[in-house]
């Protein structure tokens, strides 16, 4: 079971649209993480959020965490191919140790 | 290498053998986790150690999975007795520090097929 549920589950655009990914919980998260994962390889960070409201950009991609800090999204503009991959956004919550993640948006950008 | 290492990469065994899989973290991290990832889905949370301490196992589904880490370094996964639901990408992370917001550093992971 997932404490952070993902959507959409896959997603599949054209190059140069854009997209956003919803990252969602009931749970309240003292700092939220998105990482990108690409077949056979493990997952690398892209950005970390900490303050309710905070809003991250990170070239072409805007990351918000919502005021609650129970949600978060990642927004995308004009998506390249080179974008394609396993979006993952990951939380601790309460006395937790360590990172739960979600259940992952599976993205294919097609040229 | 200056990342985190893994072996062996694949892994297929028969139902009931034992496996151990192998974890080196980037040097001087002193945080390291294990998780299980099924195919196109998020990794789940397996067990966490700091420096040479386990500090929790929760995320292990049976005592079949054993995890240890005897001098801070190098861990080993170990599956006995595995199952077909023991199919899985099982990944291995570092990081620097001891708290729960630093960066995740993951190794590829090691694929293990059970048949």
């Known amino acids: 079971t997932q404490l952070l549920e993902q959507s959409p589950q896959f997603l599949s655009i054209q190059e140069g649209e854009n997209l956003t990914v919803y990252c969602n919980s009931s749970?309240?998260?003292?700092?939220l993480q998105w990482y990108r994962q690409e077949p056979g390889e493990g997952p690398v960070l892209l950005v970390t959020?900490?303050?309710?409201?905070e809003v991250k950009k990170l070239k072409r991609l805007t990351f918000q965490f919502g005021d609650a800090r129970k949600d978060s999204s990642l927004h995308i503009t004009a998506a390249q191919p080179g974008d394609t991959g396993l979006y993952l956004c990951?939380?601790?919550?309460?006395?937790?140790?360590?990172?739960?993640f979600g259940s992952g948006t599976q993205l294919t950008v097609l040229p | 290498g200056a990342g985190v290492s893994q072996s062996p990469r694949y892994k297929v065994a028969k139902r009931g053998q034992d496996v151990a899989l192998r974890c080196d973290p980037i040097?001087?991290?002193?945080?390291l986790f294990w998780y299980q990832q099924a195919l196109g889905q998020g990794p789940e949370f397996l067990t966490y150690?700091?420096?040479?301490?386990?500090?929790?196992k929760s995320g292990l589904p049976s005592d079949r999975f054993f995890a240890e880490r005897p001098e801070g370094s190098v861990s080993t996964l170990k599956i006995q007795r595995t199952q077909q639901e023991d199919s899985a990408v099982y990944l291995c992370?570092?990081?620097?520090?001891?708290?729960?917001?630093?960066?995740?550093?993951f190794g590829e992971g090691s694929r293990l097929t059970v048949l």
């Open positions: 992370a570092s990081s620097s520090v001891n708290t729960n917001t630093g960066e995740l550093f």
């Open positions: 040097s001087g991290h002193v945080s």
């Open positions: 959020v900490v303050t309710g409201g």
């Open positions: 150690f700091q420096n040479e301490a386990q500090l929790d």
């Open positions: 990951a939380g601790v919550s309460g006395s937790a140790r360590q990172l739960t």
């Open positions: 749970s309240v998260f003292s700092s």
